[in-house]
């Protein structure tokens, strides 16, 4: 489905446009998405506005989770990558390896679940073995305006 969201995108010319497509891709991509099994529970979030969308897909397995995250954010560029990373109590820790302008890149990720929704947290960062990393996980700050709903 990521590929598909990026063709697509890729395709159309008014930045108007392109979001607006690409939230009812995302929504559509998520609705009904969460299955339990024998290979963990699978969950799809998102985050939407008439300029912003940010899809997280994610399959936990006890305390590991593995999944893609797409961000599609008003006058930057596009990125989409996976994510491998641990369930701490209620937040979620990953590196998201992302693809940018035709760079591939590692940072830190973390996600606080809070009422059955993700809100992305932020904090300073280190580069430490060619990932940019947390300085201080206990120093993040919550970005309440986006939250990612399930």
């Not at 006890?62 to 995250?69: D, F, P």
């Not at 369930?87 to 992302?98: S, W």
Request: aromatic share 8%; net charge negative; hydrophobic share 35%.
């Amino acid at each position: 489905m990521l590929e598909n969201i990026t063709t697509f995108t890729l395709g159309l010319v008014r930045p108007g446009i392109v979001v607006l497509n690409i939230t009812s891709l995302l929504a559509t991509s998520c609705t009904g998405n969460r299955t339990e099994g024998t290979e963990g529970t699978t969950t799809c979030y998102t985050y939407a506005t008439e300029n912003d969308s940010i899809m997280l897909h994610v399959n936990r397995k006890g305390n590991a989770v593995e999944g893609e995250l797409i961000y599609f954010l008003y006058e930057k560029d596009m990125n989409k990558g996976t994510i491998n990373g641990v369930m701490e109590d209620d937040t979620l820790f990953a590196d998201y390896t992302f693809s940018s302008e035709g760079v591939t890149s590692v940072r830190e990720v973390a996600f606080v679940r809070r009422n059955g929704d993700l809100v992305e947290a932020f904090g300073e960062v280190e580069e430490q073995n060619g990932k940019f990393v947390f300085s201080d996980r206990s120093m993040l700050t919550l970005n309440e305006n986006v939250v990612l709903r399930e």
